[in-house]
């Protein structure tokens, strides 16, 4: 027998309550003495060990049968015709109900043909992320309706998938088929009354009337083509499939296939635009601005193969090309004693950057081996970079600050940012957008406004940069308002760097005067 004051009867206890609390794999000691205690012991661990056994085996269980669920979900899903949304069809039913009017046009004599309408909302990225996918979703219902409301009983409409809608009339004319594709246009560009609010998605929308012997995969191909070409043009805007949009887009192809060959081939340079100090006229950064010097197409601009680089997945590649050569450039023209020591490199830097996580590691590296102070380096991102924000922007945004990179909003004031948004984001200044410049002289509001944007500005603790300033006049006046720094054609195009060099050279030579590039 034991002793009732025996340790063990208290290590038993403990024992099982931690085993009760569901720690398993915890076993209690068994003594030396190998009495009846010790026999309850040795029970209980066997206990124990049968429950661990148990336990696992049925979580193995549960896990499995978990996934065979979970496919029963997607086959069902898939199966299923509906879009569980918007009560619309969806993808497979809508290219089942396509393959059947292809049918019944070319069986029936005199039927005319069926049409497909892609359309995919202008605004739905930017309003899920900036308001919240259950906004998001209420959105994507409204729309649905809207379509629905806006065509015949017998018309199908579909959501295929995320933003992207269709509507399939079975039997129709070219005419009525774009009449009710405009339709559709107008109902969308109407604001959506939330609650209490309104949000705007306009859409872009592809049209394709099928031929005799297409398949319904190739009409959705030829429609989706259309839609592209009404995204390229501008908002809110139907397009008729066209063969020449075939054209544009191997066009398209072709020029992302040598986009991948030119960063590799050196064929991409960079052009340096001067920010001036709007006192003194001295230079106190440049801007890198990538071109693409293409053998056969000459200089190609940024705006024209931008997007490409974005679509070919090239932009992240292509962003370090242009951080690592401008950062050189600028630790060149140090060595040579050409510019000025305090004067900054400015980097526009897309979206996509931020949301690698190398990134940050990157930066740091090409400063390191320049051996350049980080804040020389400026990095420039555009509003909607930077209001399209996640989790993983805010982390490289605040890890770019601690770096000590300069941060800049681009573009400031073409649309997005609100001053919640100014005084929360981790940034140094902001670049008003040129299209702000643009009417100063020839709209006698414009002052008004400029003074405005500017208080705001530095109601939030920052500073702005001014582009586009292309008249001594608007220079003039945005000194007078006390603005600090500007940048535009009327101090410089952006030069090659070695004409960016002998305009640094002129800057710095002794005998020029302290007023700089346009004494004032
Ligand atoms: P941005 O960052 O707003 O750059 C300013 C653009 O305005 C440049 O066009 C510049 O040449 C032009 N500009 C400068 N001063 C004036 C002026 O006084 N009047 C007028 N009308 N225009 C002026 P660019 O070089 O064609 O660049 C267009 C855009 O392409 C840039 O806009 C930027 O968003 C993007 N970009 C350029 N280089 C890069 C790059 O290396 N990486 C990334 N991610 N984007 C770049
Ligand atoms: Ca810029
Ligand atoms: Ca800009």
Redesign the pocket.
């Known amino acids: 027998m034991f002793a009732e004051d025996d340790p063990r009867l208290g290590q038993l206890l403990d024992g099982i309550v931690r085993l009760a609390a569901g720690e398993l794999h915890s076993r209690i000691e068994v003594s030396p003495a190998r009495d009846e205690l010790d026999a309850i012991i040795m029970g209980t661990n066997l206990l124990a060990e049968d429950l661990e056994i148990i336990y696992q085996e049925l979580e193995q269980r549960v896990e499995s049968r978990t996934q065979l669920l979970h496919q029963a979900h997607e086959e069902m899903r898939a199966m299923a015709l509906t879009d569980s949304l918007t009560g619309l069809a969806n993808r497979s039913a809508f290219v089942a109900a396509l393959t059947q009017a292809q049918a019944d046009a070319a069986t029936t004599e005199d039927t005319l043909p069926p049409a497909v309408v892609l359309l995919d909302l202008d605004a739905f990225k930017t309003i899920n992320d900036t308001r919240g996918h259950a906004v998001g979703d209420r959105v994507l219902a409204m729309v649905g309706d809207r379509i629905r409301r806006s065509v015949r009983e017998t018309d199908v409409v579909a959501r295929l998938g995320g933003d992207e809608f269709a509507v399939l009339m079975p039997a129709t004319s070219a005419t009525r088929a774009a009449g009710v594709g405009t339709r559709i246009l107008q109902a969308l560009n109407e604001p959506i009354e939330m609650d209490n609010d309104s949000v705007h998605c306009g859409a872009s929308m592809g049209l394709r009337i099928s031929e005799p012997d297409e398949t319904a995969e190739q009409l959705m191909v030829e429609a989706d083509i259309a839609m592209y070409a009404s995204k390229a043009e501008g908002r809110s805007k139907l397009k008729i499939f066209e063969p020449a949009m075939l054209h544009a887009r191997q066009l398209r192809s072709q020029l992302a296939e040598d986009l991948r060959g030119a960063i590799a081939d050196s064929e991409l340079v ?2 340096y ?1 001067p920010i001036v100090e709007l006192a003194s006229g001295r230079i106190e950064g440049v ?5 693409w010097n293409h053998p056969e197409r000459g200089m190609v ?3 024209e193969f ?1 997007p490409i680089a974005e679509d070919a997945g090239l ?1 992240s590649e ?2 370090i090309w ?1 951080l690592r050569t401008a950062i050189e450039q600028l630790r060149h023209w140090r060595e040579d004693g050409i510019a000025p020591p305090e004067m900054s490199m400015r ?4 979206a996509t950057d931020l949301q690698r996580l190398e990134f940050i590691e990157e930066v740091r590296d090409i400063l390191t081996r320049a051996d350049l102070s980080p804040d020389l380096l400026v990095i ?1 991102l ?1 509003e909607q970079a930077i209001i399209m924000g996640n989790e993983l922007d805010r982390y490289s945004l605040n890890s770019l600050r601690k770096l000590g990179v300069g941060l800049e909003i ?2 400031f004031g073409t649309g997005y940012s609100s001053i919640s948004y100014l005084r929360r984001l981790p940034v140094d200044r902001v ?1 008003v ?2 299209s702000i410049l643009m009417e100063l002289g020839t709209d006698p509001d414009q002052p008004a406004l400029i003074a405005a944007v500017l208080q705001l500005i530095r109601a939030c603790g920052l500073e702005a940069v001014w ?4 008249t001594a006049e608007q220079a003039e006046y945005l000194r007078s308002i006390g603005c600090i720094s500007a ?4 101090y410089s ?2 030069l090659a760097a070695l004409d960016m060099a002998r305009l640094l050279q002129m800057e710095n030579a002794p005998w020029h005067h302290s007023a700089g590039l346009h004494p004032s």
């Open positions: 960079l052009f635009q801007e890198a601005l990538v071109r601009m940024p705006d931008l932009m292509l962003g242009v980097v526009n830097i897309a420039e555009t681009d573009d670049k957008d040129r582009e586009g300033v292309e940048q535009g054609y009327y195009r952006p």
